[in-house]
């Protein structure tokens, strides 16, 4: 099974630049993904953090997909729970028709920020919170997309519109078990969120295969494994660029989620022993080093977790070395652009 790669894009802001910059930023990478020949750009979806812009993804897919011409184009995710069934299924049939067989949607339980942040976007309402309330919301998606919503249901005379347009693949968003035994039921694919949940992926991958039922969505399973990944040219750089995530890590988990610190910066940074453990367990969770490295380490965990492609986000405060690690990644697989 040849592996593909993938990018997930959190559209990173940096110390002394603008989130304006930073969706820039966005185009500029899917542009040279694309070039390089990864197979689909997925937009993060996070809100209230002073270090991530992208807290609209249906509206930077469509610029990316504007941007480019072949790649794949989605959301990873959209957080269900956030929003209204009928306008989640209303936009993707809108990106659907603007570019047809380009789009996927990721959709996530889970809020992508603060509790006050995830109440806030839903208006108050503290009933879409709860885990229980998630495979509903999912049926009302496809309900009002193919206009199957139950009798009895209070919105069945709605239909998502244009209503010649069906849903893109729909993948489940996970970093746990729940998605994968609820995306493997459902027969609908999925991807697991390693890159800041590693301990489970295996567990859950296997979970979602060995489970999988067939659906008039999905024959076989597909699934995606997301992983942190800072590739330099040798060891050494690829060290000397993580620096930026070990203190923006440090600050986030101690309530400070400050822009991504230069690498300088961090490594002035007057690490305590405490704090030098808890950026050694966040180091566990990523890939760093060489390109040689970086690929066997990927080639390892996607055979471990029996994943068909890999996805990849660089967590690195320069722009220009985000997009060298990204080709470095792609000549070391060898990958190239379809035609």
Not at 5 to 14: F, G, M
Not at 31 to 42: D, F, P
Not at 93 to 98: D, F, S
């Given at each position: ?57 249906e ?46 949607l ?6 992508g ?5 995830a ?27 193919e ?11 709605v ?5 010649d ?78 620096a ?52 066997r ?43």
């Amino acid at each position: 099974m040849a592996l593909s790669l993938s990018v997930l894009d959190l559209a990173t802001i940096t110390s002394g630049t603008s989130a304006s910059q930073a969706l820039r930023n966005t185009i500029a990478l899917a542009q040279l993904a694309e070039r390089l020949g990864y197979t689909r750009y997925w937009l993060a979806e996070h809100h209230n953090m002073p270090a991530i812009a992208s807290t609209a993804p249906e509206i930077m897919i469509g610029q990316v997909a504007r941007a480019t011409e072949r790649i794949r184009v989605g959301s990873g995710g959209i957080m269900l729970p956030n929003y209204a069934p009928l306008k989640v299924a209303e936009w993707f049939h809108t990106l659907e028709a603007l570019f047809p067989g380009r789009i996927d949607l990721g959709i996530g339980r889970a809020p992508g920020s603060d509790q006050a942040a995830a109440l806030a976007l839903r208006g108050g309402d503290r009933r879409s919170l709860l885990a229980e309330a998630f495979p509903q919301q999912l049926s009302d998606l496809f309900g009002f997309s193919e206009g199957s919503l139950p009798p009895g249901h209070p919105y069945r005379s709605v239909r998502a519109l244009p209503g010649d347009i069906s849903l893109p693949p729909v993948w489940l968003l996970g970093s746990s078990d729940y998605s994968a035994r609820l995306a493997a039921k459902l027969g609908l694919r999925f991807a697991y969120a390693a890159h800041f949940s590693p301990y489970y992926a295996e567990e859950a991958m296997l979970a979602y295969r060995n489970g999988f039922t067939p659906s008039r969505y999905l024959a076989e399973p597909e699934a995606i494994l997301a992983v942190s990944v800072i590739c330099g040219e040798t060891e050494e750089r690829a060290d000397y660029l993580a620096a930026s995530q070990d203190l923006f890590w440090l600050r986030f988990t101690s309530g400070r989620p400050e822009p991504y610190p230069t690498p300088e910066e961090a490594l002035a940074y007057p690490y305590t022993p405490e704090e030098r453990a808890t950026i050694a367990a966040r180091r566990a969770q990523q890939i760093i080093g060489s390109p040689a490295k970086v690929a066997r380490e990927l080639a390892a965990m996607a055979e471990q977790t029996q994943a068909n492609e890999v996805m990849i986000t660089c967590p690195i405060y320069s722009h220009e070395d985000r997009l060298r690690s990204y080709a470095l990644i792609a000549h070391e697989f060898g990958i190239r652009p379809s035609p």
